[in-house]
């Protein structure tokens, strides 16, 4: 099928560029440039491909749409069109681009805005959050499409651009999506203009993107005059779709700022058009110079067309999905549950429950009983790792590979991802997952590794993505390895990180515990801190206890002290207490796994725990910064940690029982010459 011209495109496509320079002028903040010079390509996917309904944006069969490079330079680009469409975005909401509690920030976010997808912002995070959206579809339509019922089929739609596409996060997401052959899911338009913030991309960019994409195993596609060749971007667009073998990049030329005095300069790039240059880029347009937010009746008109089209479409769905629950009501019923967010009825009761006399295993063996355990009564799983498998235990026996049929290594339909050595991608693409809905996914690697998909990680805590991150060899445990992998400074990090649940469990309940709340949670992202080495599991464990992220494993009335751990520490901090009693010092233990979790608690039950009275001394084998919240004195690694067996190393370190009963007891010694009451570090004159 060809490129059909409307009446209405040109109105159209002078509509988009006069409000993207008024929307950027009124807030007097942002870029207007680059969606002046990507209005064509806008109005053409949009009018002519987009399946969406506007009316409900969570439609499940809807093209999804990312605009990867959706800085303040292009977002003012996606909430003229999402207005135009007749989502729930007014003309006052365009006029309150960037002011607080807008709905059109400065830059899209998920959640917020009717009809953004993911949020973007950060370079690269989107593209990358689009492969996701795709893998989804692709293994969503392999488990339930049925011939005759091609109910999920849908497209993913990606605006991306030079700074996309210098980011590293983009590069491995690019790879991995060549590799899996996602050809019939995901279109990128690729915006060349060769500007940046710093200016010409010639004094940092210059490699050849279409080679580099060719090698990815991408089809790559040419439009020159991405300005005004209409016909040129509509039959691109169709041979991306037309070639269901590999995904398509469309490299298009446009010109920024196109229309205005300063087009194709640095100078639109950087700040809002001036009045009289607004007014002249309406005139030439044949709008009307003095008025802003202007939208002619033809512009409401021709996009009215696109809700018409897709509320039509969701009709014709949702009557074919009623025709499946005719012939395959298990199938129907598991999807219809799955599109809802609802797990199975009694699901949890698979999670494992251990006793103290279960043998010693380390957590990340733990989390491999769990998932095994749980992964057949929950196929929202959808699993994978950073090629590191063997090591983090999360391939399930019997699981097969998400892998392109051709291959002859697994299939779409299967549950486990093979991220490859491709940290950042592999978070950014299960933000993408968890925004496709009706998938829990769920990614590992080493602890020390996460740090590398720090900005993904960001992202699915601010858009509220419930990816769950198994991050084994958490501490000086792992040994050997030595300082280069073993993670001192990471937990802080992510623990400082608002709404991000980082778990380090002590033992067989509290790894339960961490999956039942990380799978239940439906905002969250969780890290899950795994040991390599063997923990023993505690008396007074419970997975009920450990889901209040803090709880008393061993009680004292009348105590001299209270030490509060998590993780591996918790069992050196028993046999301290036990050593320290033998003294007559009565000590208390406390675990205190998550620490998220255990702040969202009553004052009363967090009193409780970490009471006043006593002294408390914290005990981890990492960073001690973020301790003094809940303990009056610090004990953990003051650097960073050694090469040597995991034993030899907690030595080195001090972390056995015998010196954390030593250390206990200055503590004590200390607050009884220092006198006065011992008050609770939780008691504070005001909490944030």
């Known amino acids: 099928m060809s490129f059909v011209p409307n009446q209405f495109d040109d109105i159209s496509i002078a509509t988009i560029r006069a409000l993207a320079a008024d929307v950027v002028a009124k807030a007097n903040s942002g870029h207007p440039g680059a969606p002046m010079g990507m209005a064509p390509v806008a109005h053409v996917l949009f009018s002519r491909f987009v399946n969406a309904n506007p009316k409900d944006s969570k439609w499940y069969n809807r093209d999804r749409f990312v605009l990867s490079n959706g800085s303040v330079i292009f977002c003012a680009l996606q909430y003229v069109l999402l207005h135009l469409m007749g989502y729930k975005l007014t003309m006052d909401d365009l006029k309150a681009f960037r002011q607080i509690d807008s709905k059109t920030p400065g830059h899209p976010e998920f959640g917020h805005t009717d009809g953004i997808e993911v949020t973007t912002g950060p370079l690269g995070q989107g593209f990358s959050n689009a492969v996701g959206l795709a893998i989804a579809q692709a293994h969503m339509g392999a488990v339930y499409n049925k011939d005759g019922f091609d109910l999920i089929n849908n497209f993913t739609y990606v605006f991306t651009g030079d700074g996309c596409l210098m980011e590293g996060v983009a590069s491995e997401a690019a790879s991995l999506a060549g590799h899996l052959q996602l050809g019939n899911l995901i279109v990128v338009i690729y915006n060349s203009i060769d500007i940046s913030i710093d200016g010409d991309t010639a004094v940092a960019f210059t490699e050849n993107v279409e080679q580099r994409f060719l090698a990815y195993g991408w089809q790559v596609l040419h439009v020159d005059n991405g300005d005004s060749d209409l016909a040129a971007i509509y039959d691109s667009i169709a041979a991306a779709k037309a070639d269901t073998s590999k995904p398509t990049i469309i490299r298009l030329k446009t010109t920024i700022g196109f229309g205005s005095k300063l087009q194709g300069t640095h100078g639109v790039h950087g700040a809002p058009l001036k009045a009289d240059d607004i007014a002249a880029l309406k005139t030439k347009f044949n709008l009307p110079a003095d008025q802003s937010f202007y939208v002619p009746q033809e512009t409401y008109a021709a996009y009215s067309e696109i809700g018409t089209r897709g509320a039509a479409l969701e009709e014709k769905w949702t009557a074919l999905l009623a025709e499946y629950g005719k012939k395959y009501p298990k199938e129907h019923a598991e999807l219809t549950r799955r599109i809802a967010g ?239 009693k033998a003294e007559g010092i009565k000590t208390r233990v406390v675990s205190l796994p998550c620490w998220l979790v255990f702040d969202q608690q009553s004052e009363e039950y967090k009193l409780s725990v970490l009471r006043s009275g006593a002294p408390i001394l914290s005990l981890e084998a990492l960073s001690t910064v973020g301790w003094q919240k809940y303990s009056h004195e610090q004990y953990g690694l003051p650097s960073w940690g050694a090469s040597g067996p995991y034993q030899k190393v907690y030595e080195k370190f001090g972390i056995t029982g015998s010196n954390i009963a030593s250390v206990g007891k200055k503590v004590v010694d200390f607050y009884k010459k220092k006198g006065g009451e011992v008050i609770s570090p939780l008691v504070k004159a005001f909490t944030l």
């Open 342 to 580: 609802k797990l199975p009825d009694g699901w949890e009761k698979t999670l494992p429950i251990y006793k103290p006399t279960d043998a010693a295993q380390a957590s990340r063996k733990l989390s491999e009983i769990c998932l095994t355990s749980i992964i057949p009564g929950l196929p929202e799983l959808l699993g994978g790792s950073a090629d590191l498998t063997g090591s983090n235990l999360t391939k399930v026996k019997g699981s097969i590979d998400f892998q392109p049929p051709s291959t002859g290594l697994g299939s779409y339909s299967g549950t486990y991802i093979r991220y490859g050595v491709r940290e950042h991608a592999m978070g950014a693409i299960a933000n993408g997952l968890s925004a496709y809905g009706g998938i829990i996914p769920f990614v590992a690697t080493f602890l020390n590794f996460v740090s590398y998909a720090a900005g993904a990680v960001r992202l699915s805590a601010l858009s509220g993505h419930p990816v769950i991150w198994v991050a084994t060899h958490d501490s000086i445990g792992l040994g050997e390895d030595g300082p280069t992998h073993q993670p001192v400074e990471t937990a802080i990090h992510f623990r400082a990180t608002p709404n991000l649940a980082f778990w380090r469990p002590a033992d067989g309940n509290e790894t339960s515990a961490a999956y039942y709340w990380a799978i239940t949670t439906k905002r969250t992202p969780s890290i899950l801190s795994l040991s390599r080495q063997n923990l023993p599991n505690l008396e007074g464990s419970t997975i009920e206890n450990a889901l209040k992220g803090g709880y008393i494993v061993h009680e004292e009335v009348g105590e001299d002290l209270t030490i509060v751990s998590a993780g591996s520490e918790v069992s050196i901090a028993l046999e301290a207490a036990t050593k320290l």
